[in-house]
């Protein structure tokens, strides 16, 4: 296999005095399938400064699956195919953020961000639906963490 390529390492790195993005080779690849989040991370590599054509949408969101999972050995996962990884993430552009959708790479990868994911299948399980984790209980696990952090404030001595 050729080791060789780019993939989506995020990182922003100061140069004279303006911020671009690095662009790291040979780190571990992205998944987005499962981590609809890093498309964010991955626009910051289409904010390069000079020419805007120089990494586009699509080309963003290749290497953050079908290239990354090239680089990694695995072609059973990266895109969508009989036999492929079932993982997906659902993401809704109908909003006011991310409209309006001229085109769907474009608005996943310079507009949509984590509230936006609907749904998340990961192995062929359903994990998020609707914005919703299904595989626990969330609110009695927001109510343990606020219990959690209450009682932390109280040993700290902390008053609120």
Same mark, same amino acid.
């Given at each position: 296999m050729d080791s060789t390529g780019a993939i989506h390492a995020p990182g922003w790195v100061w140069v004279d005095g303006? &911020?671009?993005?690095? %662009?790291?080779?040979?780190s571990p690849p992205v998944n987005l399938a499962t981590r609809a989040e890093h498309v964010i991370d991955a626009s910051h590599m289409a904010v390069l400064p000079g020419d805007a054509n120089v990494l586009l949408p699509f080309d963003v969101l290749e290497m953050a699956t079908v290239s990354g999972a090239r680089l990694f050995g695995r072609d059973d996962m990266g895109h969508i195919a009989p036999g492929a990884a079932a993982d997906i993430t659902l993401v809704n552009l109908?909003?006011? &953020?991310?409209?309006? %959708?001229?085109?769907?790479d474009s608005a996943l990868v310079f507009n949509a961000s984590g509230p936006d994911v609907h749904t998340v299948i990961v192995a062929g399980q359903i994990l998020l639906d609707a914005g919703r984790v299904v595989l626990l209980d969330e609110a009695a696990l927001l109510e343990e963490c606020r219990l959690a952090a209450q009682n932390l404030l109280r040993r700290a001595g902390v008053e609120i």
């Amino acid at each position: 296999m050729d080791s060789t390529g780019a993939i989506h390492a995020p990182g922003w790195v100061w140069v004279d005095g303006e &911020r671009i993005a690095a %662009v790291g080779a040979g780190s571990p690849p992205v998944n987005l399938a499962t981590r609809a989040e890093h498309v964010i991370d991955a626009s910051h590599m289409a904010v390069l400064p000079g020419d805007a054509n120089v990494l586009l949408p699509f080309d963003v969101l290749e290497m953050a699956t079908v290239s990354g999972a090239r680089l990694f050995g695995r072609d059973d996962m990266g895109h969508i195919a009989p036999g492929a990884a079932a993982d997906i993430t659902l993401v809704n552009l109908d909003n006011a &953020r991310c409209m309006p %959708v001229h085109r769907p790479d474009s608005a996943l990868v310079f507009n949509a961000s984590g509230p936006d994911v609907h749904t998340v299948i990961v192995a062929g399980q359903i994990l998020l639906d609707a914005g919703r984790v299904v595989l626990l209980d969330e609110a009695a696990l927001l109510e343990e963490c606020r219990l959690a952090a209450q009682n932390l404030l109280r040993r700290a001595g902390v008053e609120i």
